[in-house]
């Protein structure tokens, strides 16, 4: 049983415990609020400034980067409508992609998705999204996302997004993490082409360790996507009536990129279960053909070692002993009889 698990046995449901990585120090509170008209961006704000920026006339979005500070997450959480269970959710990095509505709010957990650069391995980030009337609040672990993007959308003021609510907001939040899944895929089939190209070679053994890394790295993709169906799904039900009429035809659209997304990945796990296959025969065949080199070997062998054997017997009255070139006769004979049967071998397509 992992330590995190360890931590949370025993506690009363609604228990508010950070479980996961700590990446920062102290977290960071960043804060658009914006009309049509205007937009004001503050960075490194303090929690009662953030909640005094928030109740102002507006919309709002507030990034907390940093999610292992409870106090600071039982405040925002307070104010956006959550209630503990779900703040339990959220603090659980662990979690299961998928959707709460309540009265007032709807909160949204999946994951983020990127490559790393340097080790080339899937980096997997939780990311929360919980809506409001006026509101959005994002939480992430990591100082890095997704959200450029959006926030140079912010920006312009001829764009739907600042005449738009915060579910269109939100919207655009969760399709920025979707479009990530497609780069993670575009750069994983890359990595299958060279594969590929590896197998088509003399396959090492440092390629099948790629090859298992590859479906690792499938496996948290897929644990990511699928559940997002029934996250877009429910959103588009509206059930808490947060959704703009809007809105929705881009929520039906985003769910086809889901969809998308997972049978790109279903692809991707049948091509890479195609590749451990070809890695096997290839390896097989490989060894397959240093036995046929040793059983020649051997087999030409064979009849030498009689006749070594024979001469090597210590009777006294063996004629060939006594022969002057019944050395040399002998090695003669023996290569007679490894050169015809390579003859034979080669006739017969063995070698």
């Known amino acids: 049983m992992s330590q995190p698990v360890l931590r949370r046995v025993g506690l009363s449901p609604g228990t508010l415990l950070h479980i996961g990585e700590r990446h920062l120090d102290t977290s960071r509170l960043e804060l ?46 307070k104010e956006a409508g959550l209630d503990t269970l779900a703040l339990e959710d959220l603090l659980n990095t662990g979690h299961r992609p998928k959707v709460e509505v309540f009265d007032e709010t709807l909160l949204v957990i999946l994951k983020m998705l990127a490559l790393d650069p340097d080790s080339g391995r899937l980096v997997s980030e939780q990311v929360s999204v919980a809506l409001g009337r006026n509101l959005v609040i994002t939480f992430q672990e990591r100082p890095w996302d997704l959200f450029d993007s959006v926030r140079e959308r912010l920006q312009t003021t001829h764009g739907r997004m600042r005449h738009r609510g ?27 082409t060279d594969l590929e190209l590896a197998l088509s070679g003399h396959p090492q053994r440092e390629t099948l360790q790629r090859i298992h890394q590859f479906r690792r790295d499938l496996i948290v993709l897929r644990k990511a996507a699928w ?20 809105t929705a035809p881009f929520l039906r659209d985003l ?54 054997g024979v001469y090597g017997m210590n009777f006294r009255y063996m004629p060939e002993l ?25 006739r017969k397509k063995w070698l």
């Open 32 to 77: 658009f609020s914006y009309t049509p008209e205007s937009l004001e961006q503050q960075a490194d704000l303090s929690v009662e400034a953030c909640l005094r920026a928030i109740r102002e006339p507006g919309q709002h979005w507030v990034n907390l980067v940093g999610i292992h500070d409870v106090a600071l997450i039982e405040r925002l959480g």
């Open 166 to 192: 915060p579910d269109y907001l939100a919207y655009a939040l969760i399709d920025a993490v979707v479009d990530g899944y497609f780069v993670v895929l575009e750069q994983l089939s890359d990595r299958l």
């Open 227 to 246: 559940p997002l169906r029934e996250v877009i799904a429910a959103l588009e039900r509206n059930e808490a009536e947060l959704i703009d009429e809007r």
């Open 255 to 308: 769910y086809d990129h889901v969809v998308q997304a997972i049978e790109t990945v279903e692809t991707l796990r049948e091509s890479v279960s195609g590749l451990l296959d070809l890695y096997l025969s290839s390896v097989s065949q490989r060894t397959n053909e240093v036995m046929k080199v040793l059983t020649v070997m051997a087999t030409i062998f064979i009849p030498l070692t009689f006749l070594v």
């Open 322 to 346: 006594q022969w002057r070139w019944g050395y040399p006769a002998l090695w003669l004979l023996m290569l007679a009889c490894a050169a015809g049967m390579l003859m034979v071998f080669w």
